[in-house]
């Protein structure tokens, strides 16, 4: 398939998705089609504010099934298909992405060759505000030429997007 055919079949495979996916509360995050022998992989990430569970991801897998298995758009050549969260390992490239990543560290690469890391303290939808070892810094989007979270495994829990849940059981233990 054509590089100009598989980016019309992406664009085809995201309008007939983007309702269904609507309607369960889920954005398209990607939709990709790599080749694999005489098969090809489909991948479509998804996404919400909050993040996915796998429960959701289950259930876009079924709905994602449902509007490929009436539509023409994967052709008669086979397909496995693949629906995931969006990663961490995805750069940030829509306002949302920042919003859902509050509390968050993030290198920023900017257009101008500067690069930053920082916590994301806020955002809306022209700029984001890090704090940078210690000092805020207000960013427009249109500076970033690319941003991508950073895995922490001592990450603070006091900070902004901590919801104070630690995921245990606050009601274990009592009677």
């Known amino acids: 398939m054509s590089s100009a055919n598989q980016d019309a079949t992406r664009g085809q495979i995201e309008a007939e998705l983007d309702d269904p996916l609507r309607a369960l509360g889920l954005d398209i995050e990607a939709v990709e089609i790599t080749p694999a022998g005489k098969r090809r992989i489909l991948r479509v990430a998804v996404d919400k504010d909050g993040g996915v569970t796998l429960d959701e991801v289950a259930e876009a897998t079924r709905e994602v099934n449902r509007v490929l298995d009436g539509s023409e758009v994967m052709g008669e050549q086979p397909y496995t298909l693949e629906v995931t969260s969006r990663g961490v390992d995805r ?85």
């Open 91 to 175: 750069p940030l490239t829509l306002p949302r992405h920042w919003r859902r990543n509050a509390g968050r560290l993030v290198k920023v690469a900017f257009a101008d060759g500067r690069a930053a890391t920082g916590r994301i303290l806020d955002s809306n939808e022209e700029q984001v505000t890090l704090d940078v070892g210690g000092t805020r810094q207000q960013v427009a989007y249109a500076e970033v030429k690319k941003a991508l979270v950073q895995v922490e495994f001592n990450r603070p829990t006091d900070g902004p997007g901590d919801d104070g849940d630690d995921g245990g059981d606050d009601e274990a233990g009592e009677a």
